[in-house]
């Protein structure tokens, strides 16, 4: 398995845009954690905690997965720390 790049952007198979702001673990399962905001406004929370093995995993096809990726979150390297554009 790969593992989430910190200070990157990923978009979910959903479509939004996210900013991986650390890895931590779990304090009693020492299982990688991903700690990351969503690049919109929410209501609910502005930071959010996902297994990383979830983060990453593979999706099935399903009717939602309006990217059409195929994993629940994919780095986007064309979007930098500071989201904005990449230089190529």
């Not at 931590?24 to 929370?45: G, H, I, N």
């Amino acid at each position: 398995m790969e593992s989430v790049l910190v200070g990157k952007v990923y978009r979910h198979f959903k479509g939004n845009y996210y900013f991986v702001r650390n890895v931590a673990l779990d304090s009693e399962s020492k299982e990688r954690m991903v700690v990351y905001s969503p690049l919109y406004d929410r209501q609910d929370s502005m930071i959010w905690v996902r297994p990383e093995k979830m983060f990453l995993e593979v999706i099935p096809e399903r009717p939602d997965n309006v990217t059409g990726q195929k994993h629940r979150f994919e780095l986007c390297e064309d979007i930098c720390t500071y989201h904005t554009l990449c230089e190529k």
